[in-house]
């Protein structure tokens, strides 16, 4: 569990804040990394003692607002006023696709708006870019550089007052567990590697492989007696469904700005085979094998290399150790202290 820290610690404030966040999506319905990175976010402003409600902008089959780890959720089918909420609230967060429509809000109502960014495309920047931005928040520091090559080829735009590099944090303790047999794949949309595992698994017959379904996108999911396939996991739940039962994790993704299930795989000591996406290789470091999506022969050759014990020992060490280095309490530390001080 993150630790609690009051709201009246020293460089906090002892006026707990009302924040309002509004985005699609949030868990249970929805795990992806983007709403994890949210929650993680959050869960330390809640433990400081503010009021931390999230709203959503689309219908799930939820109609009555509940709470999510100390996190207050409103459904949009509980048909309550979203405006009056923003109107309220010191300052406003928003992420992805619903940060035009909270900057609208922020601007006529006067509030700070904070906006996390969770990838490098153009839309991001400009979003970002779209006034009343009291801060910016990227997941990595080559999100960050993105960021700047941006605003340096559109001089106009208007810059958000302040920036900060929190990478998504993870509680390696929540993760934490001892790994299994499998090669496992989380999210097998095909930029995530979906056709990947499938030709893998058609390749290593011997090797038993999970394909977990994503939250998002068409599902590569083959129908093979060395493939199990799980259904969407809740992210309090992959532990034991996920990382209980993975000996690998596979990560060939054609895109990753950070890749947050890497990350909560070592914690468990869990080697990662991956592409390098810029991304990938800030967040996994030397702890993870690096092999170009497009080469089949070079992922078999590293999944059939780490089945030699005294080869896994060394990757899993190596994967604990960059698990340590990306110890969160920093990051959240910096961030508490940005959002108080907002107000």
Known sequence: ??????????????????????????????????????????????????????????????????????????????????????????LLVSHLECVPSVAALARGYGRPMVVVCHNTHAATFRNAAAGQTALAVYNSQWMAREAELFFAEYPRAVRPDSSLIVRPPVFAEEYRTRPGDAVTLVNCNPEKGGRVLEALARRMPDTQFLAVRGAYGEQILPDLPNVEIVEHVPGDEMRGRVYGRTRVLLMPSSYESWGRAGVEALASGIPVVAHPTPGLAESLGEAAVFVDRNDLDGYEAVLRRLADPAEYRLAAKRARARSRELDPTGDLAAWCAAVESLT
Do not use: C, K
């Open 1 to 90: 569990m993150a630790v609690a820290v009051p709201a009246s610690a020293p460089g906090g404030t002892a006026t707990p804040l009302r924040i309002v966040a509004r985005v699609h999506a949030m868990p249970p319905r929805h795990n992806a990394g983007a709403e994890h990175m949210l929650v993680s976010m959050l869960r330390p402003l809640v433990e400081r003692g503010h009021d931390v409600q999230v709203w959503l902008s689309r219908y799930t089959e939820d109609r009555e607002p509940y709470a999510y780890q100390g996190i207050q959720v409103v459904p949009l089918a509980a048909r309550l006023d979203f405006g009056a909420a923003a109107r309220r609230a010191d």
